[in-house]
């Protein structure tokens, strides 16, 4: 073999060997590992709520009063936190006009701490993914906290502690299958996968009070055949039900997850932080009231009065 062809060879393989080295790189530098949970005290569970959250009705007539989304509160109180509360919709389309608005919100409120919804999931983004799969909101507010160093908070509870608190109006059986399917449901696509639905058991049940709840798909069988009977297969459903005791069971979820977001912002902003918070527009909209009453704003158009 002539040593230009062998020198031409040599490197050919030597730029194929290269490519998985850096496609690594690349992931290693445009990954966010997932955000943890705000670390909840006494100090920060006792903090008082004057409202209750927004209901459906309430919520829709706000939304529409708004024209959509965006649903955004900007929070100023007179010492030096803030918050800057987006409500978006949730969408992976990479010409969202939300991106750009964002992240200009963004370089101009200059934030201290970053929260996203989401429970220890991480994120890739950057060139070589954003233009082709999006990032859903999550995942944009991943991307411009890791670029600025700023630190990055779920604002989810931790997952024990929501499972905990619905335990003490739910039957263990009827928490699991409502943790499990939601998540199923959304991966599956009504199209049966019994493997999946193992694997998401054992996440799902891997905490106090559920382990012995649901064991395996065969008794998910019998649970929502007790708990959800009529016409249908769990494996087969493209939509959360809509019967028995998922609606009790989702709306307590929504209260508790959005009476956790509430004080975490609060006890953020209280400290001093400038807080960019970016959560799907129904949680704004629900947490208004408490918001506004708790720094001091301007009341919503409905928003109740507080007898004092």
Same mark, same amino acid.
């Given at each position: 073999m002539q040593p230009r062809r062998r020198r031409t060879i040599l490197l050919v393989v030597a730029m194929l060997a290269l490519i998985p080295v850096a496609l690594g790189l690349y992931a290693f530098t445009h990954h966010s590992p997932g955000a943890p949970p705000y670390p909840v005290?006494?100090?920060?569970?006792?903090?008082?709520?004057?409202?209750?959250?927004? %209901?459906?009705?309430?919520?829709?007539?706000?939304?529409?009063?708004?024209?959509?989304?965006?649903?955004v509160l900007e929070i100023q109180p007179a010492g030096p936190g803030a918050i800057l509360y987006y409500?978006?919709?949730?969408?992976?389309?990479?010409?969202?006009?939300?991106?750009?608005?964002?992240?200009?919100?963004?370089?101009?409120?200059?934030?201290?701490?970053?929260?996203?919804?989401?429970?220890?999931?991480?994120?890739?983004?950057?060139?070589?993914?954003e233009p082709f799969a999006g990032l859903p909101e999550p995942a944009l507010v991943h991307k411009l906290a890791r670029r600025a160093g700023v630190?990055?908070?779920?604002?989810?509870?931790?997952?024990? %502690?929501?499972?905990r608190e619905l335990l003490t109006r739910f039957?263990?059986?009827?928490?699991?299958?409502?943790?499990?399917?939601?998540?199923?449901?959304?991966e599956a696509g009504g199209v049966a996968n019994d493997a999946l639905a193992a694997d998401l058991l054992g996440k799902r049940t891997s905490v106090d009070g559920l382990r012995e709840a649901l064991a395996s798909p065969g008794a998910v069988d019998?649970?929502?055949?007790?708990?959800?009977?009529?016409?249908? %297969?769990?494996?087969?459903?493209?939509s959360e039900?809509?019967?028995?005791?998922?609606?009790?069971?989702?709306?307590?979820?929504?209260?508790?997850?959005g009476e956790h977001m509430l004080r975490v912002l609060?006890?953020?902003?209280?400290?001093?932080?400038?807080?960019?918070?970016?959560?799907?527009?129904?949680?704004?909209?629900?947490?208004?009231?408490?918001?506004?009453?708790?720094?001091?704003?301007?009341?919503?158009?409905?928003?109740?009065?507080?007898?004092?």
């Open positions: 005290d006494e100090s920060v569970s006792s903090i008082e709520l004057p409202h209750r959250l927004r %209901d459906g009705p309430e919520h829709d007539a706000a939304r529409e009063r708004n024209g959509g989304n965006p649903y409500g978006a919709s949730h969408t992976t389309d990479p010409d969202h006009p939300q991106i750009a608005d964002i992240e200009s919100r963004w370089e101009a409120f200059r934030p201290t701490v970053a929260l996203c919804e989401g429970r220890a999931r991480g994120y890739f983004y950057g060139a070589l993914i630190r990055l908070v779920s604002l989810e509870p931790a997952y024990e %502690d929501e499972v039957e263990p059986p009827q928490v699991a299958l409502y943790f499990f399917l939601r998540v199923y449901v959304s019998e649970v929502f055949a007790r708990e959800l009977p009529g016409p249908g %297969d769990w494996r087969t459903l493209t039900p809509d019967a028995g005791f998922f609606p009790a069971i989702s709306s307590a979820s929504r209260r508790i997850r609060i006890d953020l902003a209280r400290k001093g932080e400038r807080v960019f918070a970016v959560v799907g527009s129904g949680h704004v909209i629900r947490q208004e009231w408490n918001l506004r009453e708790t720094f001091g704003l301007e009341p919503a158009w409905d928003q109740p009065a507080l007898s004092r």
